[in-house]
């Protein structure tokens, strides 16, 4: 799994109109998170090896349930209800491999070479940080201005 840290810019502007607002609803924190990693989302799919076009089907973003009010995370991940496509077995049906992370970190084959992965996922992150940056700080912002309008606190 990749972590990708992102230094936002712009965050100051932000931070002066929340002090005006008060507290920051958490539908804008999502649909701002969620709207910025659809761009990794989309790159992702773009990205991805196609042999039976199944492996784009596969990519999902998940949202984390957060306790914690005004944060929101997503993660790419491969959808669980497609396991029956993407898990590989013997032929004494035992598990023996999962298609997508392997397409994704690479895999070792039965010669014993290791065959390196595509790294598609991981390569949309880091890609992309700028532009999911921005992307989640020009919404937030739309937002609460439009909160504050909403509020008469100019």
């Known amino acids: 799994m ?44 773009a990205n991805a090896p196609y042999d039976t076009g199944m492996l784009k089907k596969g990519i999902v973003m998940k949202g984390e349930r957060a306790r914690v009010k005004g944060k929101k995370v997503y993660r790419i991940v491969f959808d669980r209800n497609m396991n029956d496509v993407f898990q590989k077995k013997n032929k004494e049906g035992k598990i023996t491999g999962y298609y997508p992370v392997s397409q994704e970190y690479g895999f070792f084959a039965k010669n014993g070479r290791y065959i390196p992965g595509y790294r598609f996922i991981s390569d949309s992150l880091i890609e992309n940080t700028s532009k999911i940056q921005q ?20």
Request: no cysteine.
């Open 2 to 45: 990749v972590k990708v840290n992102f230094k936002v810019e712009g965050m100051e502007s932000v931070q002066k109109s929340l002090k005006k607002l008060g507290k920051v609803p958490q539908k804008h924190v999502t649909s701002a998170a969620r709207k910025g990693m659809n761009i990794s989302l989309k790159d992702a799919k």
């Open 135 to 154: 992307t989640i700080v020009s919404e937030m912002k739309k937002k609460i201005d439009a909160e504050i309008a909403k509020a008469g606190l100019k």
